[in-house]
């Protein structure tokens, strides 16, 4: 028997176009009528934490799966980004919503590992930033272990 690997290129495109599209969506709705421009958005106070779904020793490692617990006082509704680098080298990209009241309909949850990480089972160093449009609320790094 055969195991099919997940077409990871084909979920990112399909959730890079979603990001893609709410952030059009989000830009158009912060224009303002009669001539204004965008309006600015409040940072507020926002945070993020670092959550491990699946670790068995309490540390982030390639392979396993992290989401993020967010607070925030924006008046929008926050993506959060996750990209890492193993040595210095963009290995990982992938966003999604985390909506205060509105279910976001696709998983919250990253998998450290990706088709670019040059060596699987590497080490790397990632950053997951709190955005809307152009404005960041908060950023957190951290290391993944091989």
């Known amino acids: 028997m055969t195991r099919r690997r997940p077409n990871f290129r084909l979920a990112f495109l399909v959730a890079f176009i979603s990001v893609m599209l709410g952030l059009g969506a989000s830009a158009y709705a912060a224009k303002g009528g009669g001539g204004g421009g965008a309006h600015p958005k409040t940072g507020g106070t926002s945070s993020l934490k670092l959550v491990l779904e699946n670790s068995t020793d309490g540390l ?32 990982l990209s992938s966003s999604s919503g985390f909506f205060a009241g509105y279910p976001w309909p696709w998983t919250q949850n990253f998998t450290l590992a990706w088709d670019m990480w040059h060596t699987p089972g590497a080490a790397a160093d990632c950053t ?5 449009g152009g404005t960041t609320y908060a950023t957190l790094s951290f290391h993944v272990y091989a």
């Open 60 to 91: 982030p490692h390639y392979g396993q799966i992290v989401t993020f617990t967010v607070s925030t006082t924006a008046t929008t509704q926050p993506f959060v980004r996750l990209d890492c680098y193993e040595g210095g080298v963009w290995v």
């Open 128 to 132: 997951a930033t709190l955005y809307n």
